[in-house]
């Protein structure tokens, strides 16, 4: 079965930082993969996603991917944080005809003025 | 086009009742999935309906149930309530098909049982 390990529970940047979110995942076969993002009191919204091809992915917001299948990761990165990207991301993992995705634990994300 | 949609958005249950939510998917939508979501536990996956059919189920008990209207909203039923079942259920919709799709979430129903 699939799975996903985020690494970092919360972060702190500060405004106009840099900004990378750490995802590695376990599964056997190709794996279908996402970022959502969730604010509080919210459902998730959908970043990015990852079926094939290119290995990095453009999302909303000015947010992009990259997969790396030798290291099992799937980190989000962004050049330049906002205030308003303070929120928690969640990594998920799918599967073909299946659409029961394993998501991460989260990373909170609070971004400093 | 609408979004998806959960109600209530709210919920208050004693231990031992029952209680249904609600989920309108977008529209065209066939493949509704349910999630748990817990401070403790995170987002844990309940089940998947697909053309009123259940197709995935999660590792919860069978006081957890669900069904797909042939229009393709759905609901979830929880019976006795425990403490424990409290929680955001997020309901998520997707064309479904054989790669997973993409899920749009509704914005959770949040069930507090006392």
């Known amino acids: 079965a699939q799975s996903v390990t985020q690494p970092d529970i919360h972060i702190t940047v500060s405004e106009g930082a840099s900004l990378e979110l750490r995802c590695n995942y376990s599964?056997?076969?190709?794996?279908?993969l996402f970022w959502y993002v969730q604010s509080p009191g919210q459902g998730l919204q959908l970043l990015l996603k990852?079926?094939?091809?290119?290995?990095l992915v453009q999302g909303i917001k000015g947010f992009e991917a990259e997969f790396k299948r030798s290291q099992s990761s799937f980190n989000l990165r962004k050049p330049s944080v906002h205030w308003s990207d303070a929120a928690e991301y969640f990594c998920?993992?799918?599967?073909?005809?299946?659409?029961?995705?394993?998501f991460g634990a989260g990373t909170r994300l609070t971004v400093k003025p | 086009k609408a979004g998806v949609t959960q109600t209530p958005r709210y919920l208050i249950k004693t231990r031992g009742q029952q209680v249904t939510l609600s989920c309108s998917p977008i529209?065209?939508?066939?493949?509704v999935s349910w999630y748990q979501q817990t401070p403790g536990q995170g987002l844990q996956f309940l089940f998947e309906?697909?053309?009123?059919?259940?197709?995935n189920k999660g590792n919860f008990p069978g006081r957890f149930s669900g069904r797909q209207f042939s229009n393709s909203r759905s609901e979830m039923n929880v019976s006795t309530l425990e403490l424990g079942d409290s929680a955001l259920y997020l309901c998520?919709?997707?064309?479904?098909?054989?790669?997973?799709?993409?899920?749009?979430f509704g914005q959770g129903t949040r069930l507090t049982v006392v």
């Open positions: 998520a919709s997707s064309l479904g098909g054989g790669r997973p799709g993409e899920a749009f």
């Open positions: 599964y056997g076969a190709t794996p279908y």
């Open positions: 990852y079926f094939s091809g290119d290995t």
């Open positions: 998920a993992v799918g599967a073909w005809n299946n659409n029961d995705m394993r």
């Open positions: 529209s065209g939508h066939r493949s």
């Open positions: 309906y697909f053309s009123e059919t259940q197709r």
